[in-house]
Nanobody
Framework: QVQLAESGGGLVQPGGSLRLSCASS????????MGWFRQAPGEERAFVAA????????NSADSVKGRFTISRDRAKNTVYLQMNSLRPEDTAVYYC????????????????????WGQGTQVTVSS
């Protein structure tokens, strides 16, 4: 069982920045995926960004390209989501997730690939 713990959410003004962190209990050097998803009120959970743990390759949704950056620190077993130029429409609960598969060539964007989920952290963008 993999445990994930998100932190770093909060209230920020439009145009501001936040960095989310996701600490993982997983200890492996395989190429599994770590992803960020978000769910706004009344909407379904949606893909934000993902990274392959070993290779470091990334994938992100068009809506956040150029504004959000996913990265990982293998020494700390932590994945980050740096969010810049935040907009009110970025308001959501952000979830960290990890795949069970370990042989991905590209970071998966489908929620079906992710078996482990964190509890979520609220991000509110408002003036």
């Amino acid at each position: 069982q993999v445990q994930l713990a998100e932190s770093g959410g909060g209230l920020v003004q439009p145009g501001g920045s936040l960095r989310l962190s996701c600490a993982s209990s997983r200890r492996t050097v395989s190429n599994y995926g770590m992803g960020w998803f978000r769910q706004a009120p009344g909407e379904e959970r949606a893909f934000v960004a993902a990274i392959l743990w070993s290779a470091g390759s990334t994938n992100s949704a068009d809506s956040v390209k150029g504004r959000f950056t996913i990265s990982r620190d293998r020494a700390k077993n932590t994945v980050y989501l740096q969010m810049n130029s935040l907009r009110p429409e970025d308001t959501a609960v952000y979830y960290c997730a990890a795949t069970t598969g370990t042989t991905y060539l590209t970071p998966p964007s489908s929620q079906r690939a992710y078996a482990y989920w964190g509890q979520g952290t609220q991000v509110t963008v408002s003036s």
